[in-house]
């Protein structure tokens, strides 16, 4: 169940409906130069980690 449901958000995310502060939040890593980009979320994947472990321990209990 929980594989579905995260195969379903990823599907939201990948056709373009993601929120606009995800992956843009201050700490985030993004260096662009010329025809390259290196890009590492640190912050938002510290935060969505957080967010989901508080969920998870919710529906545990």
């Known amino acids: 169940m929980i594989g579905v449901v995260?195969?379903?958000i990823?599907?939201?995310f990948w056709g373009g409906f993601a929120p606009k502060w995800l992956g843009r939040l201050p700490g985030d890593i993004r260096i662009e130069r010329g025809n390259s980009a290196f890009y590492?979320?640190?912050?938002t994947c510290i935060i969505l980690s957080i967010l989901l472990s508080l969920l998870l321990?919710?529906?545990r209990r």
């Open 6 to 8: 995260i195969a379903l």
């Open 10 to 12: 990823g599907l939201i």
């Open 40 to 43: 590492f979320p640190i912050v």
């Open 57 to 59: 321990s919710i529906f």
